[in-house]
């Protein structure tokens, strides 16, 4: 089961920042948190993960709070192309093997509107 | 980097035929594939965890014998779904992890198959 908490959707303009929320409020220390997204038709495309510092890269800033059970992706300049649905997922670190599986909720649908 | 791609992106076959759907890691190598399925209005399911050279771990309740899994190289997994049936038709997804340094899963583009 997956164990993340999101909103079924979500509206944003265009040219605004989203903010995708998600409850992950078990949590355990050596789990990190991923976030997907799938656009209709697609195969989900990786956006960024993290620990317990905030991280930041190209597409989307990562916040996680100081307890680590939740965190908000941030899309700064939200287009009519980042409408999708967000995935929000915790899981192991651990290098090869099963613990590498990725088990997705149901996600957030983002609706950019123009 | 990382870019993973599916073939064919569509297929549509009789009941009874037997579909194989390939996957391919273009600019790495993948010790590890995983096949999800996807079915309308739903989110991703794994079906089946892959590594190059050893036989795939199936998920509970995913028939091993009806969705055969093949890893014969680093950088081709191949899902053949035998003897379809209308049930089986969904939208077949792989993704696949570059490399023993890092775990982040890259998706393929995703296979759609339909059942007649």
Known sequence: DAKTTQPPSMDCAEGRAANLPCNHSTISGNEYVYWYRQIHSQGPQYIIHGLKNNETNEMASLIITEDRKSSTLILPHATLRDTAVYYCIVRDNFYGGATNKLIFGTGTLLAVQP | ?116
């Open chain 2, 1 to 116: 980097g990382a870019v993973v791609s599916q073939h064919p992106s569509w297929v549509i076959c009789k009941s009874g035929t037997s579909v194989k759907i390939e996957c391919r890691s273009l600019d790495f190598q993948a010790t590890t594939m995983f096949w999800y399925r996807q079915f309308p209005k739903q989110s991703l399911m794994l079906m089946a965890t892959s590594n190059e050279g050893s036989k795939a771990t199936y998920e509970q309740g995913v028939e091993k014998d009806k969705f055969l899994i093949n890893h014969a190289s680093l950088t081709l997994s191949t899902l053949t779904v035998t003897s379809a049936h209308p049930e089986d038709s969904s939208f077949y997804i792989c993704s696949a992890i570059p490399g023993r340094n890092t775990d982040t899963q890259y998706f393929g583009p995703g296979t759609r198959l339909t059942v007649l």
